[in-house]
């Protein structure tokens, strides 16, 4: 069983910064792949980014990609999100999850374990 926790949403002004931390805890915590997802009111769960375990490849959503930056620090078992020119559309509770696969996986269906969520709020 893996555990995930997420922290580090909040309020803040179009065009300003966050950074997303998800704890990753439990039976061989380091070796899942780690995605980062959002869903906004009464839109669908979207793919944001994505991490692999062994070789840090990473994959990104056009809608984030060159704003958004993935990481992972398998020795504190902790994957960050790093959000910078942030938009009023990116307004959503995001949520990270684990896959055991080792690459950057998109699809939401391969991933097995998900944290609770933490909300991210853009003002325009």
């Known amino acids: 069983q893996v555990q995930l926790v997420e922290s580090g949403g909040g309020l803040v002004q179009a065009g300003g910064s966050l950074r997303l931390s998800c704890a990753v805890s439990?039976?061989?915590?380091?070796?899942?792949?780690v995605g980062w997802f959002r869903q906004a009111p009464g839109k669908e769960r979207e793919f944001a980014a994505a991490?692999?375990?062994?070789?840090?490849?990473?994959s990104y959503a056009d809608s984030v990609k060159g704003r958004f930056t993935i990481s992972r620090d398998n020795a504190d078992n902790t994957v960050f999100l790093r959000m910078n020119s942030l938009k009023p559309e990116d307004t959503a509770v995001y949520y990270c999850?684990?896959?055991?696969?080792?690459?950057?996986?998109?699809?939401?269906?391969?991933?097995?374990?998900w944290g609770q969520g933490t909300q991210v709020t853009v003002s325009s």
């Open positions: 991490i692999s375990w062994s070789d840090n490849i990473t």
């Open positions: 439990g039976r061989s915590s380091s070796s899942y792949a």
């Open positions: 999850a684990a896959a055991s696969l080792d690459r950057a996986v998109v699809a939401a269906d391969l991933y097995s374990y």
